[in-house]
């Protein structure tokens, strides 16, 4: 969320940031914030003015009655009903005004840090820094002719049961998975020092809209409805029933309610700071979280992009990280965090690089973003694994997540402020199972197990027999 006086005091600020992000017309959109902003002002000034004077009529009614003045008791209960319709006139124009003001500032990018460069998509990235020789030499299958061919990866079988984008691990091979997230998840906790947490899987639209999913990308979200028991009694009552015996169809009425599947951790992570004021002592080192969940994505805008395999599914196990730190802070801990991320494919052995993303690439929270990109030998490319991103005050103004400072030795209240939140991929666990099974595939067909998760697979080398 923007701070509308800073868009009040400095327009072309916000004309500039949102152009580098690919916001057609940004100078029209400012304009439109601006206007709205005078609207919303004027009516509230109107509105307080008649009150204050609805106000004062009021108390000179008594007077005037006291006095025997009828004639102008009887003015003034006129002018106070006629005060009563400018208030709620103002109001009216104050509530219609102020929605479409917020939910056009909900609407936009945050605005990204000056270090990031300009760009409008992939191509601007700039590569940081590379780990690891990338393997160029011996089989180079990819994970799913791998995984099928070890009979331990059917896709066929999900499809029967969920549809495309779906996928049955069995085996050795879903034993591996798990090793991979409970592996990622001691480290992050044993090692760097994250509290681990169990949160929810499905949360409020609320929630979702304080971390940026709402209300731009509900395309990409799955939903669920909760219906209340009246609902469905009046649902199958036999007034709803047709001729044919079929359920007449009709909207959901305001009693029914909705969660949504959380598409990363991060939603119910960062959210468990909304509403709150935090003490500077608790944020004298960032608040760090994480946790292991299923992931659940609608891909609505990612037709015919890697249909086939683990890449790109509808639901996928990550460890998330999550921060919570004073503005002074997150620079440092973006930093600290990306290095977290990258702590995992270094252990792994798996070469990766890091890139920093240009501005038209991030994405709509952050105001900086590093991307951590695996070796896929198959590709003969890096792809994702993990984004880690600084976002700033701009989750923390839509969840109204605050923090006090402590007072100075002058004394004096000190007032809130925002809190800066990160999140980041610690790593994906579908993903980091691909970059496994296809840098360490072997001539026959076995994928050998990396040494750090052999403990996590009671000892086993290799997944797979020899062929």
């Given at each position: 969320?923007?701070?509308?006086?800073?868009?009040?005091?400095?327009?072309?600020?916000?004309?500039?940031g949102?152009?580098?992000?690919?916001?057609?017309?940004?100078?029209?959109?400012?304009?439109?914030?601006?206007?709205?902003?005078?609207?919303?002002?004027?009516?509230?000034?109107?509105g307080?003015?008649?009150?204050?004077?609805?106000?004062?009529?009021?108390?000179?009614?008594?007077?005037?009655?006291?006095?025997?003045?009828?004639?102008?008791?009887?003015?003034?209960?006129?002018?106070?009903?006629?005060?009563?319709?400018?208030?709620?006139?103002?109001?009216?124009?104050?509530?219609?005004?102020?929605?479409?003001?917020?939910?056009?500032?909900?609407?936009?990018?945050?605005?990204?840090?000056?270090?990031?460069?300009?760009?409008?998509?992939?191509?601007?990235?700039?590569?940081?820094?590379?780990?690891?020789?990338?393997?160029?030499?011996?089989?180079?299958?990819?994970?799913?002719?791998?995984?099928?061919?070890?009979?331990?990866?059917?896709?066929?079988?999900?499809?029967?049961?969920?549809g495309?984008?779906?996928?049955?691990?069995?085996?050795?091979?879903?034993?591996?998975?798990?090793?991979?997230?409970?592996?990622?998840?001691d480290?992050?906790?044993?090692?760097?020092?994250?509290?681990?947490?169990?949160?929810?899987l499905?949360?409020?639209?609320?929630?979702?809209?304080?971390?940026?999913?709402?209300?731009?990308?509900?395309?990409?979200?799955?939903?669920?409805?909760?219906?209340?028991?009246?609902?469905?009694?009046?649902?199958?009552?036999?007034?709803n029933?047709?001729?044919?015996?079929?359920?007449?169809?009709?909207?959901?009425?305001?009693?029914?309610?909705?969660?949504?599947?959380?598409?990363?951790?991060?939603?119910?992570?960062?959210?468990?700071?909304?509403?709150?004021?935090l003490t500077?002592?608790?944020?004298?080192?960032?608040?760090?979280?994480?946790?292991?969940?299923?992931?659940?994505?609608?891909?609505?805008?990612?037709?015919?992009?890697?249909t086939?395999?683990?890449?790109?599914?509808?639901?996928?196990?990550?460890?998330?990280?999550?921060?919570?730190?004073?503005?002074e802070?997150?620079?440092?801990?973006?930093?600290?965090?990306?290095?977290?991320?990258?702590?995992?494919?270094?252990?792994?052995?798996?070469?990766?690089?890091?890139?920093?993303?240009?501005?038209?690439?991030?994405?709509?929270?952050?105001?900086k973003?590093?991307?951590?990109?695996?070796?896929?030998?198959s590709?003969?490319?890096?792809?994702?694994?993990?984004?880690?991103?600084?976002?700033?005050?701009?989750?923390?103004?839509?969840?109204?997540?605050?923090?006090?400072?402590?007072?100075?030795?002058?004394?004096?209240?000190?007032?809130?402020?925002?809190?800066?939140?990160?999140?980041?991929?610690?790593?994906?666990?579908?993903?980091?199972?691909?970059?496994?099974?296809?840098n360490?595939?072997?001539?026959?067909?076995?994928?050998?197990?990396?040494?750090?998760?052999?403990?996590?697979?009671?000892g086993?080398?290799?997944?797979?027999?020899a062929?």
């Amino acid at each position: 969320m923007h701070d509308i006086r800073a868009i009040r005091e400095n327009p072309q600020v916000y004309v500039a940031g949102w152009s580098s992000r690919g916001v057609d017309e940004a100078d029209g959109l400012t304009a439109d914030i601006l206007r709205l902003d005078g609207e919303l002002r004027h009516a509230q000034t109107t509105g307080q003015d008649a009150l204050a004077k609805r106000n004062a009529a009021s108390k000179l009614i008594g007077a005037a009655m006291g006095r025997k003045d009828m004639a102008e008791a009887d003015r003034l209960k006129a002018e106070v009903e006629a005060l009563k319709g400018d208030i709620a006139a103002a109001a009216e124009v104050e509530a219609r005004v102020g929605k479409e003001l917020r939910d056009l500032l909900a609407a936009q990018k945050n605005l990204a840090a000056e270090d990031v460069p300009d760009g409008e998509d992939e191509a601007g990235n700039v590569e940081v820094s590379t780990w690891g020789e990338p393997r160029r030499t011996g089989p180079a299958k990819d994970h799913a002719d791998l995984g099928e061919a070890l009979g331990m990866l059917d896709f066929e079988a999900a499809a029967k049961i969920s549809g495309a984008r779906f996928a049955v691990l069995k085996g050795q091979l879903a034993r591996l998975e798990r090793a991979v997230g409970q592996f990622m998840l001691d480290l992050q906790t044993d090692q760097h020092g994250y509290l681990e947490v169990n949160p929810p899987l499905l949360v409020r639209d609320e929630a979702m809209f304080g971390t940026g999913q709402l209300p731009k990308f509900e395309e990409d979200l799955f939903k669920t409805t909760t219906l209340d028991g009246d609902y469905v009694r009046r649902l199958l009552s036999i007034e709803n029933i047709d001729e044919d015996g079929l359920v007449d169809t009709f909207e959901f009425d305001a009693q029914a309610g909705r969660r949504y599947l959380i598409p990363t951790a991060e939603v119910s992570l960062t959210n468990l700071v909304r509403e709150t004021i935090l003490t500077e002592d608790e944020l004298a080192t960032p608040m760090r979280m994480t946790a292991l969940t299923p992931c659940f994505r609608a891909e609505a805008g990612s037709a015919g992009r890697d249909t086939r395999g683990l890449i790109r599914q509808h639901q996928f196990s990550k460890v998330e990280m999550v921060s919570i730190a004073r503005p002074e802070d997150s620079d440092a801990e973006h930093e600290r965090m990306t290095a977290c991320a990258e702590a995992v494919l270094k252990a792994l052995e798996l070469p990766f690089r890091r890139m920093l993303l240009c501005k038209g690439d991030m994405g709509f929270s952050a105001q900086k973003t590093f991307d951590l990109e695996v070796w896929l030998p198959s590709q003969e490319t890096y792809r994702e694994i993990s984004s880690c991103s600084n976002c700033g005050d701009f989750q923390a103004r839509r969840m109204d997540a605050r923090f006090k400072r402590a007072n100075s030795s002058g004394g004096g209240e000190k007032k809130t402020e925002f809190v800066h939140t990160l999140n980041g991929s610690g790593l994906a666990v579908g993903r980091t199972l691909v970059a496994i099974m296809e840098n360490y595939q072997q001539e026959d067909g076995r994928i050998a197990v990396p040494t750090v998760l052999q403990p996590y697979m009671g000892g086993l080398t290799h997944v797979g027999a020899a062929k």
